[in-house]
Antibody
């Protein structure tokens, strides 16, 4: 069974840092691009970042560029999101998701999702 | 960024009803449109990709249509487990953006 399991969320003060992890199982992790998508409380979905299968290519939404870093360890089947300089507006449930191809391609959909991890930025 | 607008924002229906949700893109996105279902406190689930292709394991009562700027998700006969929030998402250009969601209620 294909599974994604996020961890690492929590309460952090504005300006602080947090690292999210997503453990993958049930598929060949190194063959697929992976993404983070977030959902603020009571609101809709927002794509945050994507990384290619090899990790060589990364993509970010404008609001997190320079603050967040996506990475992966294919030997551990794990995806990461390093979040620095956190702001109140980063408060959300963060979902790990899989693409059906190796990169960030036109036409791709988020075909598998984890259950999410909650990040709260507050003093 | 390509703005995606869904209508209605919320919808009341009954078991057995036929329901249609609309999604409009600000510019043409060809057929690069996906639909997701999300239940409270759960992860989204992919229902339809490429505007009209049913994801494996999704019941055939779900269908999608459209191209260009206008798209629809249709549920032919509502079941109790279909009451949820539905999101469209364009995969034509980065950043991949979502609609604001349509809440389907009893």
């Amino acid at each position: 069974e294909v599974q994604l399991l996020e961890s690492g969320g929590g309460l952090v003060q504005p300006g602080g840092s947090l690292r999210l992890s997503c453990a993958a199982s049930g598929f060949t992790f190194s063959s697929y691009a992976m993404s983070w998508v977030r959902q603020p409380p009571g609101r809709g979905l927002e794509w945050v970042s994507t990384i290619s299968d090899s990790g060589r290519s990364t993509y970010y939404t404008d609001s997190v560029k320079g603050r967040f870093t996506i990475s992966r360890d294919n030997s551990k089947n794990t995806l990461y999101l390093q979040m620095n300089s956190l702001r109140a507006e980063d408060t959300a449930v963060y979902f790990c998701s899989k693409f059906p191809s190796s990169g960030y391609h036109v036409g791709d959909a988020f075909d598998v999702w984890g259950q999410g991890t909650v990040v709260t930025v507050s003093s | 960024d390509i703005q995606m607008t869904q209508s209605p924002s919320s919808l009341s229906a009954s078991v057995g009803n036929r329901v249609t949700i609309t999604c409009r893109a600000r510019q043409s996105i060809s057929s690069h449109l996906n639909w997701y279902q999300q239940k409270p406190r759960k992860a989204p689930k992919l229902l339809i990709y490429a505007a009209s292709s049913l994801q494996t394991g999704v019941p055939s009562r779900f269908s999608g249509s459209g191209s260009g700027t206008d798209f629809t998700l249709t549920i032919s006969s509502l079941q109790p487990e279909d009451f949820a929030t539905y999101y469209c998402q364009q995969s034509y250009s980065s950043p991949f953006t979502f609609g604001q969601g349509t809440r389907l209620e009893i």
